[in-house]
């Protein structure tokens, strides 16, 4: 006689469910815990940076055409020790004597891709230097350097298209600094002026979600016209030797290389 097989009745299910149950919350628990992937970092609210690169643009050639219109522009050879002949006005503009270094603050709003701060930073832009042999028939010989400098501050908005790529802008104030110099005399002629204008600027920041990056922007900075000079001296022969105040754009971009970070 074969056994009947018979299903558990209700208690039975009922007890088969409180022993199954611990174990399915548990694999729940378990499957969670290992299959969820973890949520996304959460934006810091701070980033800075400090660049430094070469400047272009600006006065340099400005000067050099007022420097031939008033006669700063003759040539002088190299001696007995030969060199060559040099034809000025040249300019300066290599190395330390045209970089631009800048830095910025800024804070994110929100957890969106608007950030506002504060940026600022010097840009030299280059020494021109023109020589006078002559004034008539009276000898001269007389060097003059004309450097640019430019100090700029700029409260900006930027905005962050996708991570690591920044654009920026904002309006700016300029001080516009000239020093002219001469071969034979000692001390300079300087002046100064305050000019209105504004800065655009894209950046990269790689990498984009770590607490420190390296950064390369590019940027343009307006501040229109300003005012080189007036310089003039008499030699000990007797020759007037004069540069009139000239107007010349002091608008001029730069690109950069530096470190920043995020906190």
């Not at 330390?96 to 940026?119: E, F, Q």
């Amino acid at each position: 006689m074969l056994a009947s097989r018979t299903s558990p009745g209700p208690r039975g299910r009922s007890f088969l469910f409180l022993l199954v149950l611990p174990a399915l919350l548990l694999s729940s628990t378990i499957l969670r815990a290992d299959d969820t992937p973890p949520s996304p970092r959460r934006p810091q609210s701070w980033s800075f940076e400090v660049v430094a690169g070469p400047s272009f643009g600006g006065p340099s050639g400005e000067i050099e055409a007022a420097m031939r219109r008033y006669g700063f522009d003759d040539s002088l050879s190299g001696g007995w020790f030969g060199g060559g002949t040099t034809t000025y006005p040249t300019t300066q503009d290599e190395s330390w004597d045209a970089t631009s270094y800048w830095g910025a603050a800024r804070r994110r709003l929100g957890h969106g891709p608007w950030h506002v701060g504060l940026g600022g930073g010097t840009t030299e832009l280059g020494t021109v230097t023109g020589y006078r042999d002559k004034v008539g028939n009276a000898y001269a010989m007389v060097w003059l350097d004309v450097s640019s400098r430019v100090l700029t501050l700029a409260p900006m908005a930027w905005y962050e298209a996708v991570p690591g790529l920044r654009l920026g802008a904002g309006p700016a104030i300029h001080r516009v600094d000239f020093e002219l110099g001469y071969s034979y005399e000692s001390g300079k002629v300087q002046s100064r002026s305050w000019k209105p204008g504004f800065v655009v600027e894209v950046a990269l920041t790689l990498p984009a979600d770590t607490p420190v990056f390296f950064a390369a922007l590019a940027q343009y900075r307006f501040a229109g016209t300003a005012t080189a000079g007036p310089w003039e001296t008499t030699t000990y022969q007797g020759a007037h030797v004069e540069f009139p105040a000239t107007s010349v754009p002091v608008s001029h971009g730069f690109v950069a290389l530096g470190i920043g970070g995020r906190f």
